[in-house]
């Protein structure tokens, strides 16, 4: 089946350690995007990667970083600068599709990492 | 900038009574607009969409029409089941943006028996 897997599910990590947390999609999507969920709080985009190679920053990238190499992956690894890292990552790719049509705005998610830092 | 709002929650209903999750946006342009569901430890998914004023998304017995006059995106459903219980988020994204979804906070729902 097509999708999108996120692993792990659950993350624990020490202050002052980097970690990576793993998107892969099978959809051949081209567009990839990691959020962040905070309770009670919307998402906010970290980075975003409309095609293999390239990525750009959302709203929160200080602290994270990302890779494009394959079209399938876009791994998020969340660096030791990062403040206050413990949060549920989402992951999600777009549908392609031509500009201005109806498929061309949605996004598909997969089921989440939580990451708690002790 | 482009912003979403929503109802604050949580929302407590009984089983088989009607739902309402208002939602209303602000942007520059003519945005499409989504609700999203995310059942609890799992991701978001896709309940609905609406592309343009009037546009009326369905599924699954939730309905949300796209209300331009009064920017604003309802959702809501005739008669609710426990299974219905999760998070429902509001979302926007302009068309001339090529990535950026704008999201609301969520709003809790919990259906009880």
């Known amino acids: 089946d097509g999708g999108i897997t996120q692993s792990p599910k659950y993350l624990f990590r020490k202050e002052g350690q980097n970690v990576t947390l793993s998107c892969e999609q099978n959809?051949?999507?081209?567009?990839m995007y990691w959020y962040r969920q905070d309770p009670g709080q919307g998402l906010r985009l970290i980075y975003y990667s409309q095609i293999v190679n390239d990525f750009q920053k959302g709203d929160i990238a200080e602290g994270y970083s990302v890779s494009r190499e394959k079209k399938e992956s876009f791994p998020l690894t969340v660096t030791s600068a990062q403040k206050n890292p413990t949060a549920f990552y989402l992951c999600a790719s777009r549908s392609p599709g031509l500009a201005g049509s109806d498929t061309y705005n949605e996004q598909f998610f997969g089921p989440g990492t939580r990451l708690t830092v002790l | 900038g482009d912003s979403v709002t929503q109802m604050e929650g949580p929302v407590t209903l009984s089983e088989e009574a009607f739902l309402t999750i208002n939602c209303t946006y602000t942007?520059?342009?003519?945005?499409?607009l989504f609700w999203y569901v995310q059942y609890p430890g799992e991701g978001l998914q896709l309940l609905l969409k609406a592309t343009k004023a009037d546009d009326k998304g369905s599924n699954k017995g939730f309905e949300a029409t796209y209300r331009k006059e009064t920017t604003s995106f309802h959702l809501e459903k005739g008669s609710v089941q426990v299974s219905d219980s999760a998070v429902y988020f509001c979302?926007?994204?302009?068309?001339?943006?090529?990535?950026?979804?704008?999201f609301g906070p969520g709003t809790s729902l919990s259906v009880i028996p």
């Open positions: 942007a520059t342009g003519y945005p499409s």
């Open positions: 979302a926007l994204k302009e068309k001339t943006s090529y990535d950026k979804v704008i």
């Open positions: 959809l051949n999507h081209d567009a």
